[in-house]
């Protein structure tokens, strides 16, 4: 990771290559529990190459596709954001996003 980045990543996603695939489970504060941005309950386990699109980057790369997603999970506000190196390449790099977001414990 560049020492200088975003929130989301606006540095780190310029260096990726179409293999790499970028997640960022940022936790908002306790204001923002209840609100309908975060109404969805639970982690998303699983995604689609359907939910991925060229236009959901927060910092637009050329080839890039991005999802995010809204949530509440044990009483925590949170985005999960992903990022893949390749739009063309999302049914394979979904795979990997996929076995990464059945490890991830929120507590």
């Known amino acids: 990771m560049p020492p200088e980045r975003g929130s989301f990543g606006s540095e780190a996603t310029e260096l990726m290559n179409t293999t790499d695939v970028f997640i960022v489970l940022f936790e908002y504060g306790p204001e923002s529990l209840g609100t309908p941005l975060f109404a969805e309950q639970g982690m998303p386990r699983r995604v689609g190459p359907d939910d991925f699109s060229r236009d959901a980057l927060?910092?637009?790369v050329?080839?890039?596709?991005g999802m995010q997603r809204f949530f509440t999970e044990n009483g925590r506000a949170f985005c999960l954001y992903v990022v893949l190196g390749s739009h063309i390449d999302r049914p394979e790099l979904v795979t990997r996003v996929n076995a990464v977001l059945q490890t991830v414990v929120i507590t």
């Not at 050329?62 to 596709?65: D, E, Y």
């Open 58 to 60: 927060q910092h637009a």
């Open 62 to 65: 050329t080839g890039q596709s």
